[in-house]
């Protein structure tokens, strides 16, 4: 059986781990063994957890390169999380030419507005499917399609002149928050 893999992107809010938990539970429904990963960094959830309330167990890795399983496949929440994402992505790579089903869910943008290198490095091994999600544009009064995260310290955006102003989610002096094109650019 021929592996693939299935990236998920977008920005922060966007349902990434959503999707990511949905069609991991679609490939157990149809039979597969897969497991499900997160890198440590990522300490929001005990497992993969979207913010509709999906969840599943998952373990926490320093590298996907640690894990040595006989499964049909694996998830990846969190990706861009990954101290070396050159070799993860060859990882994957290896894993789908072994006949592995690999879903993997990364941030595409930094906050920086630069392409995270876990997403780089990953298109160049031309995943067989790719999901681009959009949010909502946390500006108070805007509606419009989110495609970039911003990062906010004390209230105001890191980088990038203008305050405005977003709606905290996080309810803390830092915290990212999807944003429109227009308003990310300010």
Known sequence: MPGSIELI??????????????????????GLSLSAFKPVREIRDTGIESRTGLRIESISLSSLINFSGHNSGFAVDEAHFFD?????????????????????????????GEPTEFYQALLAVEPDNLSVLT????????????????????????????????ENRQKSD???SPLCFEHFSL
């Open 84 to 112: 070396e994402p050159e070799k993860e992505v060859d990882f994957i790579s290896h894993a789908r030419e072994a006949g592995k089903k690999v879903l993997v869910s990364c941030i595409d943008i930094d906050y920086m």
């Open 9 to 30: 992107t977008g920005p922060m809010y966007s349902g990434k781990s959503d999707l990511l938990i949905r069609k991991y539970q679609e490939c157990i429904g149809q």
């Open 174 to 176: 830092e915290f990212y």
């Open 135 to 166: 949010a909502r544009c946390d500006v108070i009064e805007c509606d419009d399609p989110a495609i970039r995260t911003g990062l906010f310290r004390n209230g105001s955006k890191v980088r990038k002149g203008e305050s405005i102003v977003v």
